[in-house]
C-alpha cells in the first residue's frame, strides 16, 4: 500500500503543473473570451429585446395615429355630408319657393284673363244689347211703316 501511495503521490505532483495550466487557462480564458463574449450576448438580447419593445410602441403609435385619422375622416365626410344635406335643402327651398312664385303667377294670370274674358264678355254683352235694340228698333220702323212706303231694292222710298 505504501507503494500505491507513493505512485499517487507521484502522480500528484506530475500533475500539479498541469493543474496550475489548466486553472490558468481557464481565468485567462474567463478574463479574455468568456466575460466579453457574455457582455455582447448580453447587450445584443437587451437590444433585440429593446428592439421589439420600440417595435411594439410604434405598432400602437402607429395604430393610434390610423385611428385619430379615421376619426378625422370620419368627423371630415360627415361635415360633406351635411353641407351636401344643407345645399340640397336651400336647392330644394328654391325649387318650392321658385314653384309657389310660377303658381302665384299663373294664378294671377289667369284671374287676369278671367277678368278680361268677363270684360270682354261684358262689352260684347252690351254690343249686342245695343245690337238687339237697334235690331228691334229698325224691325219695328219696318213693321209700322205704311205698306205704300215699302223700301225698293236701292235702299230709297217711292
Known amino acids: 500500500m505504501d507503494l500505491i501511495l507513493k505512485q499517487v503521490g507521484e502522480l500528484l505532483l506530475g500533475a ?62 360627415l361635415v360633406v355630408f351635411k353641407a351636401q344635406e344643407a345645399r340640397r335643402q336651400q336647392a330644394q327651398q328654391a325649387r318650392a319657393d321658385a314653384v309657389l312664385q310660377a303658381r302665384t303667377r299663373a294664378q294671377q294670370q289667369v284671374r287676369e284673363a278671367r277678368a278680361a274674358m268677363e270684360q270682354d264678355m261684358a262689352a260684347a254683352r252690351a254690343g249686342l244689347q245695343a245690337e238687339t235694340e237697334r235690331l228691334a228698333a229698325e224691325i219695328i220702323r219696318t213693321i209700322l211703316r205704311p205698306a205704300g212706303m215699302a223700301p225698293v231694292a236701292g235702299g230709297q222710298a217711292r
Do not use: F, M, N, W
Not at 25 to 36: E, F, G
Not at 56 to 69: G, H, L
Open 16 to 77: 500539479v503543473p498541469t493543474i496550475v495550466i489548466l486553472l490558468s487557462l481557464y481565468a485567462i480564458y474567463s478574463v479574455l473570451l468568456h466575460q466579453p463574449l457574455k457582455r455582447v450576448l448580453e447587450e445584443r438580447r437587451q437590444r433585440t429585446e429593446g428592439a421589439l419593445v420600440k417595435a411594439r410602441a410604434d405598432i400602437a403609435a402607429a395604430e393610434a395615429r390610423t385611428q385619430e385619422y379615421e376619426q378625422r375622416l370620419r368627423e371630415a365626410r
